[in-house]
């Protein structure tokens, strides 16, 4: 939970979304765990959850290198609109095709 010692110097959007999670979406965005994937059903806040760990990563600098994958085009570009929101303008956005 170190990071969210720091919350207060982030901007007003990732602190908003923080407060929107529930305790078993703040896992994900506080591990310090170097692969993170988030598996559940639909309209559980994934991409809240994911959106919010690649972010705190970013600000944190706990990574540099990050590259966030989905599965469709759509959640891809949700996926970076919500990231350039934040601020977060040098991650990999990506798609996965099986």
Same mark, same amino acid.
Request: glycine share 4%; aromatic share 4%; with cysteine.
């Given at each position: 939970m170190e990071a969210f010692s720091r919350i $207060? &110097?982030?901007? /007003? =959007?990732?602190?908003?979304? =923080?407060d929107l999670l529930d305790d078993s979406q703040r896992g994900p965005v506080f591990t310090n765990a !170097?692969?993170? =994937?988030?598996? @559940? !059903? +639909?309209?559980?806040?994934?991409t809240l959850s994911l959106i919010d760990a690649v972010a705190t990563y970013r600000y944190e600098h706990v990574n /540099?290198?990050?590259? +966030? =994958? $989905?599965? $469709?085009r759509a959640?891809?570009? &949700?996926? &970076? @609109?919500?990231?350039q929101q934040m601020g977060v303008l040098d991650v990999a956005v990506s798609t996965i095709h099986v």
């Open positions: $207060t &110097e982030l901007n /007003d =959007i990732y602190k908003r979304n =923080i !170097p692969k993170v =994937i988030i598996k @559940a !059903p +639909a309209g559980s806040g994934k /540099d290198h990050i590259c +966030a =994958i $989905t599965y $469709t959640a891809r570009a &949700e996926m &970076e @609109a919500r990231l």
